[in-house]
C-alpha cells in the first residue's frame, strides 16, 4: 500500500490495515511542508517530526513513538483483524495558528522481510543462495497465512450469511401465520356481525 494525503499541522490521520495475526508490518513516511513563499510542498520543516501510533484490533496500543521528517516503523500483529495507523506531527502550536499544510507519503508493506545489501553483495555464493532461500520461506509461510485468514474470514462470513437467511425464513414464517390468524379473525368477526344483525 503505497499513498500520499494531506493533514492540518495539529491533524491526527489514521488508515485501516486488515492484518494476519504474527505478521510483520513495515511503514515508511516522508513529510513535507506546504511553503508559502514558494507555493509548493518542500522538505525542510526544521524540528517537525510524526508521532507514530498503532492500535490493535483489541484497541491496545502496541505502537506509540516519535519519529522525525522521514522514518521507517514496523511492528508485528499479534491479533488478526483491523489494525488502525495514525500519524500526527508533533507541531506545539496551538490550533489557531497551526495553519500550514502537510503532504504524508506514506508507503506499508505487510508480511515483508527484506535482503539485507550486505546478503545481495555477498561474496559467497551459497550463504546468499540460503539467504535467499530462507527469505523465500518466510514470504511462502506469509502466504500460508494469509490465505488461513482469508478461510477464516470467509468461514465467519458464510455463517454470518447463513444466520441471516435462517432468521429470514422464520420471520417469513412468522409473518405467514400473523396473515393467516388476522384473516382468520376478520372472517369470524364479520360473521359474528352479521348473526347479530339477523343479516344470515
Not at 521528517?69 to 489557531?96: A, M
Amino acid at each position: 500500500l503505497a499513498l500520499y494525503f494531506h493533514s492540518g499541522e495539529r491533524e491526527e490521520k489514521c488508515i485501516i490495515e486488515d492484518i494476519p495475526s504474527d505478521t510483520l508490518v513495515i511503514g515508511n513516511y516522508k513529510v513535507q511542508h506546504w511553503d508559502i513563499h514558494e507555493q509548493d510542498f518542500l522538505e525542510s520543516a526544521p524540528g517537525l517530526g510524526m508521532f507514530v501510533t498503532v492500535t490493535s484490533p483489541s484497541a491496545e496500543v502496541i505502537l506509540s513513538k516519535l519519529y522525525g521528517l522521514q522514518g521507517t516503523f514496523s511492528f508485528t500483529s499479534y491479533l488478526s483483524g483491523e489494525h488502525i495507523i495514525c500519524l500526527q506531527s508533533n507541531s506545539t502550536r496551538l490550533v489557531v495558528f497551526a495553519q500550514s499544510k502537510l503532504r504524508i507519503h506514506l508507503d506499508i508493506r505487510v508480511g515483508e522481510h527484506f535482503l539485507d545489501e550486505s546478503v545481495l553483495q555477498a561474496k559467497d555464493k551459497v550463504n546468499e543462495v540460503n539467504m535467499r532461500l530462507e527469505h523465500l520461506i518466510e514470504q511462502i509461510h506469509h502466504v500460508s497465512k494469509e490465505q488461513n485468514y482469508e478461510r477464516e474470514r470467509e468461514e465467519k462470513f458464510r455463517k454470518t450469511s447463513e444466520e441471516t437467511n435462517s432468521n429470514i425464513l422464520w420471520w417469513a414464517v412468522v409473518q405467514t401465520i400473523i396473515l393467516i390468524s388476522v384473516g382468520i379473525w376478520q372472517t369470524k368477526s364479520l360473521r359474528d356481525f352479521f348473526i347479530s344483525k339477523k343479516l344470515v
